[in-house]
């Protein structure tokens, strides 16, 4: 099993940053990307960024500009930093990894993993 444990979330003024980290834990082979998305009240999720374990970024609209992704694999850990926040980055932010792991029979498969999601508020 993995686990994906999350922090970071909270509140802040508009024009404030914060950073998210997301570290995974368990029985893991190898990482392929880690991410995180966002879900505000009412909306879809949607994707913010994720990072492929050799560190090459991808950035949802949401996450284009203002937020910046990055990864220590020696950690196995995800960060979001995020700057310049603004009232409409309030959601609940969710972890997301897809990695290699073995299975009972210790067939190696990929799986993909979610965290239980941080809040971010973001006060006008």
């Known amino acids: 099993q993995v686990q994906l444990t999350e922090s970071g979330g909270g509140l802040v003024q508009a024009g404030g940053s914060l950073r998210l980290s997301c570290a995974a834990s368990?029985?893991?082979?190898?990482?392929?990307?880690m991410g995180w998305y966002r879900q505000a009240p009412g909306q879809q999720r949607e994707l913010v960024a994720s990072?492929?374990?050799?560190?090459?970024?991808d950035y949802g609209d949401s996450g284009k500009g203002r937020f910046t992704i990055s990864i220590d694999n020696a950690k196995n850990t995800v960060y979001l930093h995020m700057d310049s926040l603004k009232p409409e980055d309030t959601a609940v932010y969710y972890c997301h990894a897809n990695v290699y792991a073995h299975d009972h029979r210790l067939v190696l498969l990929e799986y993909n993993y979610w965290g239980q999601g941080t809040s971010v508020t973001v006060s006008s």
């Open positions: 368990g029985s893991i082979f190898s990482i392929n990307a």
């Open positions: 990072i492929t374990s050799e560190g090459s970024p």
